[in-house]
Each structure stands twice: as structure tokens, then as C-alpha cells.
């Protein structure tokens, strides 16, 4: 077994409040941590005096697995909510304006979608049955599956990623086996393409390791602020050790293009809904 860093090692370790506030926390225009500090939010009044918004999410305090879940898999699954902040309409100087439309959200609903396929052999993506229904049903606070559940399985992360700001973006994939990452243009899973995979037999990372392979690291982004997009992360585990983990970076963060700035937060996904 390969060590393992304590501060990622698996999404139960990154549910406490404290972990999700600081994933959240010091980003302009965007909603607070999980923790439910807040940021301020956008207002959309004409003139002077509109007031300012606020957002915030909190995290469940405990997980339940939807479906055929495992003791690993329910510590590891929280159900998380997020409020969108929306600025409110002022008074323009010398005559009265008219109230101010909502500003989009710039969070998502706090959770992502996992599935487990068990008893899958091989290793490439490309053997995950997702037309079949899944052994395991569960949904995360954090773009990171549960690591080392077992081996010869296939599994699926999948939802909405809302923008909280407009600009470019870049994203990380790491996993034990084969991996990858695909986003849409929009909301439709049609549109998606895959933009970041570890391919190859073998091919593996460790844990949270982003820099072993040139494909792990997608192209630069240009995501627009409160639009949604659909994203899938697949993964194919065939023997030993088991994990996957998307990371990014925003316009905001500080520049670094060879490791993400963070793993995604739960307050910037949503799960699929078809």
C-alpha cells in the first residue's frame, strides 16, 4: 500500500467543516465554504444602494448511502446543501429604479453523484457497464471517491459544475486504474468530451498525484459564471490499491499550471438529473 496524504487521502476526511470552509474560502463572488461562511453576492440593483448578498452551505453531519453502500462508502457520504446570494434593487440618483432581475447562482446544490459497478474485470473505461444499474448508489460532498473499496469494480461520478466566475479553467485527473475526465459545453451529457484521462495497461497514479502523466491535465477552459455544465469522471479499477480525484484551477487562484489549485468542491456540483 502506497502512503497516503492525511489531508486527502479520502472524501470522509475532507467533510469536516473546517476542510470544506477552506475550500471555499478567500474566492471574489462565489458562495463560502461548506462550513457556511458566507461571501458576499451579487447585486443587481440600478444606481446606488443595492443591497449586497450573501450565500452560504452547510454539510450534513452525517452520510447515508442510497444504495448498497459499504462501511467505507457511508463515511464518505454527506448530503450538502448551498444557498445562491442575489443582490437587491436600489434607488438611482435623482429618479426611482426598477427592481433588479436575479443574478445567477454561483454554486451548485453541495453534492455530485457516485455509482459502483462490482465484479468488473479488466482495466480500461471503456468496461464500465453504465446502461446497467449500478451495485452502489451514493452522493458526495467533494469531487474524490471513496479510495480502496476493492478491486475488479467500475465507477461513475457525475453532475453539474456550476462556474463561479467566468474566465479560464484548468483540471486535474488522478486515479488508480484507468481514469477519466469529460465535460460538456452546456448542461446536456451529448455535448461532453473528455478532457483529462490516465490511460494505458498499466496506468495508475498515487494518491493525489497530478503530475505523473501529460494527459492527467486538461487544456485551458473558458467557463462563463453561473452557467452549469455536465461532468463525468469514470474510473476502472482492476487489482490493489483503488481511487479517483478531479482537481482545478479557477481565474482567480494563484497561478501554478502543474498541480490544481484544490480537489472541487461539493458547493460548485450538483447531481444528474435526467
Known amino acids: 500500500m502506497r502512503a497516503k496524504p492525511w489531508m486527502l487521502r479520502s472524501p470522509a476526511a475532507l467533510l469536516t467543516g473546517a476542510a470544506l470552509g477552506a475550500c471555499g474560502a478567500g474566492e471574489p463572488a462565489t458562495a463560502g465554504g461548506m462550513a457556511g461562511a458566507g461571501s458576499g453576492g451579487v447585486s443587481g ?14 454539510a450534513g453531519a452525517a452520510g447515508v448511502a442510497i444504495a448498497g453502500s459499504s462501511g467505507a462508502d457511508a463515511g464518505a457520504t454527506t448530503a450538502g446543501t448551498a444557498a445562491s446570494g442575489m443582490g437587491g434593487g436600489g434607488q438611482g440618483g435623482g429618479g426611482s429604479g426598477g427592481e433588479a432581475g436575479q443574478a445567477p447562482s454561483l454554486v451548485g446544490t453541495g453534492t455530485i453523484g457516485y455509482e459502483r459497478w462490482e465484479g468488473v474485470t479488466g482495466e480500461g473505461v471503456d468496461l464500465v457497464p453504465t446502461s446497467m444499474p449500478a451495485d452502489v448508489v451514493l452522493e458526495l460532498t467533494i469531487f474524490q471517491m471513496p479510495d480502496d473499496v476493492g478491486q475488479d469494480f ?22 488508480d486504474d484507468n481514469g477519466q475526465l469529460s465535460l460538456s459545453t452546456d448542461e446536456s451529457p451529448t455535448n461532453q468530451r473528455r478532457i483529462a484521462h490516465v490511460t494505458g495497461s498499466p496506468a495508475w497514479t498515487d494518491y493525489v498525484e497530478w503530475t505523473k502523466f501529460a494527459t492527467q491535465k ?30 482545478w484551477s479557477k481565474p482567480s487562484d494563484p497561478p501554478d499550471p502543474s498541480v490544481p489549485f484544490e480537489i472541487i468542491p461539493g458547493q460548485q456540483l450538483s447531481p444528474f438529473v435526467e
Open 45 to 58: 440593483g440600478a444606481g446606488t444602494g443595492g443591497g449586497a448578498g450573501t450565500a452560504g452551505a452547510t
Open 218 to 247: 486538461s487544456e485551458p477552459i473558458s467557463l462563463v459564471a453561473g452557467q452549469r455544465y455536465y461532468v463525468e469522471a469514470l474510473l476502472k479499477e482492476d487489482i490493489a490499491e483503488d481511487h479517483l480525484a478531479i482537481g
Open 154 to 175: 467500475g465507477a461513475r461520478m457525475r453532475g453539474f459544475l456550476t462556474a463561479p466566475q467566468t474566465g479560464t479553467y484548468l483540471f486535474w485527473i488522478s486515479c
